[in-house]
């Protein structure tokens, strides 16, 4: 697994943005069994940047924490199925699971809010935006209950406290 990091907000740089998405993304990829050549882009920004991002995208006009594009759509066939994975391509050929963005100041003031260092409190969110690139989603209640429940679990593994509690 490779995650492809842009740094545009440098202050990414100090917090180890890289170093967190490696171990956050590929503890998902582990967790669900996803074995093979699989490739995350994932974009350190700041809220301005992510706001147009979310415009763009999503029509809301407003800064958030993280965004995931998936390469391909990806979701349950029910309500609080699990996705099936992805199939790995051509050996040799990673295979894009899709784009994250992740914003400092949003996440900073979070993680300050709720009293979370900051690299907990980014990985959990690497974490909740690869779990979207694999097409978990949390709009209906059985999902969001799937979804919180594999992210507690994954977390877990890492030594991080369940960020719902």
Known sequence: MTVDTTIED???EGAGLEALAERACGAVLAHVG???DW???LLGCDDARIAVLNQD???KPV???VLSWPSEERGAAAPGQRPDLPEPGLPGMPDELGDIAIAWETCAREALDAKKSLNDHVTHLLVHAT???LG???ILEEDALLMEGTEVEILATMGIAD???
Request: proline share 8%; aromatic share 16%.
């Open 10 to 12: 440098p202050r990414w």
């Open 57 to 59: 995208f999503r029509e």
């Open 131 to 133: 779990l979207h690139l």
């Open 136 to 138: 978990y989603d949390h």
């Open 63 to 65: 800064a958030t924490n």
């Open 39 to 41: 490739e995350i882009s």
């Open 163 to 165: 960020p719902y509690n």
């Open 34 to 36: 996803l074995a093979g």
